[in-house]
């Protein structure tokens, strides 16, 4: 018998899976998935598998979206849910930051003759609840947008009447979908603005609050007047969101173990402003994919700050704005345990991602491709092999 055979088979080594969920936002994550990057980063490593949270059919794997407990996963989107995971313990590091411009205004009906946010005292504001939900980011950020505006003109929301309205079920991230993913998030998003709009029409109440291209087509296709948008305070401070600024959050342990692989995956989204500044009607079509909506209002929405603004970065300004985030949080018990920002936030990836593109750059191997038809794009937006 020969030593061959008497040998032990070599043993594989383990596949890495890395999952990712996104928010329907302007995201470097979204677009590098429809223009094929990530497949092109990675079409050669057989043992590194991408899989969607969104494709999965398991509620535990969904609900990571918001706990963010998932092994191995990035998460790009609405700051809201992981700085709420974070304060319950979530294992995640924040490795970049972008900040897209986004408008967030309050409307009203024109025959209203509420024409600015001193008009709203005494005033009926809709504010939508989903009681089902753990943290229910839209209503925070509803409660935030009321706040600001009032204070400009020396109000508070004491000085206006909020008409709670009850949504029942759970947003697009928290169950599984039956069919395509990108429907059922669509319809997620029709629906909202549909319990924000109607009790307007009706009268219920006297001014409501939306975002993002959404906003822009009930303003135009409503004539909806704009009372205050908080996208042109003055104090950078006070623009904040759930939508901005956005966070990418990845699990602890993959920084650890895999951190070529982190580094890697933030190199191609470093790439994807410049990509969009030369493939400005493509990248406007995948956020528009992205959102569910037409392609022109994501241009209206977004103007042409769009393609620089999708930047990942950790400036000093947008870790004070999370952290502004953070405080209004605490603030409304909307999270109950405070936690360090500065422990939560991780450095390192981001530098070794700059690191890795300026040596691909000196290589010459640092233009991405434009997106190519040719790919097969899944259910969830993610291009398959």
Not at 306 to 313: D, I, Q, R, S
């Given at each position: 018998m020969s030593l061959a055979v008497l040998a032990r088979p070599v043993a594989k080594p383990a596949k890495t899976t890395i999952w990712y969920t996104r928010c329907p936002v302007p995201s470097t994550w979204g677009i590098a998935l429809r223009a094929g990057?990530?497949?092109?980063?990675?079409?050669?490593?057989?043992?590194?598998?991408?899989?969607?949270?969104?494709?999965?059919?398991?509620?535990?794997?969904?609900?990571?979206?918001?706990?963010?407990?998932l092994k191995n996963a990035f998460r790009l989107g609405g700051n809201i849910p992981p700085i709420w995971a974070r304060s319950r313990g979530a294992s995640t590091r924040v490795v970049g930051i972008s900040w897209t411009t986004t408008p967030s205004p309050i409307l009203a009906l024109p025959e209203s003759n509420i024409r600015t946010a001193a008009d709203l005292k005494g005033k009926r504001l809709l504010i939508i609840r989903r009681p089902e939900e753990e943290i229910d980011f839209a209503y925070a950020g509803t409660l935030r947008n009321y706040e600001v505006a009032l204070a400009t003109v020396g109000l508070t929301l004491s000085d206006v009447q909020l008409i709670e309205k009850t949504i029942g079920g759970s947003s697009e991230h928290s169950k599984p979908h039956q069919g395509s993913p990108n429907s059922g998030r669509r319809r997620s998003r029709q629906g909202f603005q549909k319990h924000t709009l109607v009790p307007l029409l009706l009268g219920e109440v006297d001014a409501i609050t939306s975002q993002g291209p959404a906003a822009i087509g009930l303003i135009d296709g409503f004539g909806l007047h704009v009372v205050h948008d908080i996208s042109t305070h003055a104090d950078p401070l006070q623009r904040i969101h759930n939508s901005v600024p956005k966070l990418l959050t990845v699990d602890g342990g993959l920084i650890e173990e895999h951190p070529e692989i982190v580094a890697r995956i933030l190199a191609r989204l470093l790439d994807i402003p410049a990509w969009a500044q030369e493939n400005r009607e493509e990248a406007v079509h995948f956020i528009a994919l992205e959102q569910g909506v037409s392609d022109d209002l994501v241009d209206i929405a977004y103007?042409?700050?769009?393609?620089?603004?999708?930047?990942?970065?950790?400036?000093?300004?947008?870790?004070?704005?999370?952290?502004?985030?953070?405080?209004?949080?605490?603030?409304?018990?909307?999270?109950?345990?405070?936690?360090?920002?500065?422990?939560?936030?991780?450095?390192?990836?981001?530098?070794?991602?700059?690191?890795?593109?300026e040596q691909r750059r000196r290589s010459g191997n640092s233009t991405p491709k434009t997106a190519r038809a040719s790919l097969r794009v899944g259910p969830a937006g993610c291009v398959s092999r």
């Amino acid at each position: 018998m020969s030593l061959a055979v008497l040998a032990r088979p070599v043993a594989k080594p383990a596949k890495t899976t890395i999952w990712y969920t996104r928010c329907p936002v302007p995201s470097t994550w979204g677009i590098a998935l429809r223009a094929g990057h990530f497949h092109e980063e990675f079409e050669g490593d057989s043992q590194i598998a991408f899989r969607s949270v969104l494709d999965s059919t398991d509620a535990k794997t969904h609900d990571a979206h918001y706990y963010g407990t998932l092994k191995n996963a990035f998460r790009l989107g609405g700051n809201i849910p992981p700085i709420w995971a974070r304060s319950r313990g979530a294992s995640t590091r924040v490795v970049g930051i972008s900040w897209t411009t986004t408008p967030s205004p309050i409307l009203a009906l024109p025959e209203s003759n509420i024409r600015t946010a001193a008009d709203l005292k005494g005033k009926r504001l809709l504010i939508i609840r989903r009681p089902e939900e753990e943290i229910d980011f839209a209503y925070a950020g509803t409660l935030r947008n009321y706040e600001v505006a009032l204070a400009t003109v020396g109000l508070t929301l004491s000085d206006v009447q909020l008409i709670e309205k009850t949504i029942g079920g759970s947003s697009e991230h928290s169950k599984p979908h039956q069919g395509s993913p990108n429907s059922g998030r669509r319809r997620s998003r029709q629906g909202f603005q549909k319990h924000t709009l109607v009790p307007l029409l009706l009268g219920e109440v006297d001014a409501i609050t939306s975002q993002g291209p959404a906003a822009i087509g009930l303003i135009d296709g409503f004539g909806l007047h704009v009372v205050h948008d908080i996208s042109t305070h003055a104090d950078p401070l006070q623009r904040i969101h759930n939508s901005v600024p956005k966070l990418l959050t990845v699990d602890g342990g993959l920084i650890e173990e895999h951190p070529e692989i982190v580094a890697r995956i933030l190199a191609r989204l470093l790439d994807i402003p410049a990509w969009a500044q030369e493939n400005r009607e493509e990248a406007v079509h995948f956020i528009a994919l992205e959102q569910g909506v037409s392609d022109d209002l994501v241009d209206i929405a977004y103007g042409e700050k769009l393609a620089p603004e999708l930047k990942l970065n950790l400036s000093k300004e947008n870790i004070a704005r999370v952290a502004a985030q953070k405080a209004f949080l605490l603030k409304h018990g909307l999270i109950q345990k405070d936690f360090d920002l500065e422990q939560w936030i991780d450095p390192r990836p981001l530098e070794a991602a700059h690191a890795l593109v300026e040596q691909r750059r000196r290589s010459g191997n640092s233009t991405p491709k434009t997106a190519r038809a040719s790919l097969r794009v899944g259910p969830a937006g993610c291009v398959s092999r």
